[in-house]
Structure formats: structure tokens, C-alpha cells
């Protein structure tokens, strides 16, 4: 068998139009997914019975968003870019709790880097203790699109959720949890 004479220069133009084949063959990389956190100011939510009271003693439940995760896909030629995520809620039971079952709201909102609010939604949540239970935890799934006018990528967005309080219920993580 006879070998052929190795030309260096050809080998180099042969590695060169490979490589540019393999490049053309690569994927490019997906945009990142929007930002999707908790907002701490709304993270926790006391419910107290009807009444005066606010000491441990009237304590119905507590809850408290845990934890957000999920991911992103792209449609139309990157012009919308849908969010799916899970909210884990984590719910105490208080003292004062009557029966075995707790409701709770919480939102979703897409928000613009400036914080300018562009949707809002609010859910109801329900949870149910079983006997004996004093915390149990509870995950809700979810799936936001948001579109993607020209000149704007989903870096300029971001996903909060926490639970919907109340005047009275912001004013008491204020005074007694600091935020």
C-alpha cells in the first residue's frame, strides 16, 4: 500500500473549512430566562382570628413563601419568552386555628427592571392539615408568558410573587419581622 505525501498547507484549509462547518452545525445559546424571585417584604403572612388580639395566642396560621423555581422557553423567534414555575409555601398552624383547613392569597407579578408593574395576578391557595399536623408544605405551579416588543429581551423583565397582604398585615412584617 502506498501512502500519499502529506501537504500542510492542505491540512490546514482542510482543519479550517471543518471547523466552520462544525460551527455552522452548533446551537446557538438560548437568551437567559427573565429573573424570577420572592419579594421579602411580602414573603410572610400572620392571620389572627377576628378581633383585637395579636398575641401568639391568636394566631391562626402562618405562612411563608419558601421558595421559587422553574424554567423558560422561547417562541416565535424570541419574541415571547414563557416562565414555567412552582411556589413552595411553607404554612404553621396557630393556636387559634378552628378546623383543619387554611386559604391564603398570593400573586404573581411581571415587573419591568425600572419596577414599573406591567400584570398582577392573585391566587387563593387552600391548604388542609391532617391530624396532628402543626406545618405542612404546599407547592403551586404556575406559567407566565411575556411578550417581547422589538429592542427588548427578557433580561428587561422580572417575576416577583409573595403573599397579598393587607394593610394591617404589611404594617406587622414591618414592625415585627424588620422589613
Avoid at 11 to 18: F, G, H, I, Q
Avoid at 28 to 34: A, L, R
Avoid at 60 to 84: L, Q, R, T
Wanted: aromatic letters at 6%; hydrophobic letters at 40%; a negative charge.
Amino acid at each position: 500500500m502506498r501512502s500519499l505525501p502529506v501537504h500542510p498547507v492542505r491540512c490546514l484549509a482542510l482543519l479550517l473549512l471543518a471547523s466552520v462547518v462544525l460551527a455552522g452545525c452548533s446551537r446557538e445559546k438560548p437568551p437567559p430566562c427573565p429573573d424570577v424571585r420572592i419579594l421579602a417584604i411580602t414573603s410572610e403572612m400572620t392571620k389572627f382570628r377576628p378581633g383585637s388580639g395579636r398575641d401568639l395566642t391568636d394566631v391562626e396560621f402562618e405562612v411563608s413563601a419558601e421558595a421559587v423555581a422553574g424554567g423558560c422557553a422561547f417562541h416565535d423567534e424570541n419574541s415571547k419568552v414563557e416562565v414555567e414555575m412552582t411556589v413552595t409555601f411553607v404554612i404553621e398552624r396557630g393556636p387559634a386555628l378552628q378546623g383543619d383547613t387554611v386559604q391564603f392569597p398570593y400573586y404573581i407579578a411581571i415587573v419591568t427592571r425600572d419596577e414599573q408593574i406591567l400584570a398582577k395576578e392573585v391566587f387563593q391557595s387552600q391548604a388542609e392539615f391532617g391530624q396532628g399536623q402543626r406545618r405542612i408544605g404546599l407547592t403551586e405551579s404556575s406559567r407566565e408568558v411575556i411578550p417581547l416588543p422589538d429592542g427588548q429581551i427578557s433580561l428587561d423583565y422580572e417575576i416577583l410573587v409573595g403573599l397579598q397582604l393587607t394593610e394591617e398585615q404589611l404594617a406587622y412584617n414591618r414592625r415585627e419581622r424588620g422589613f
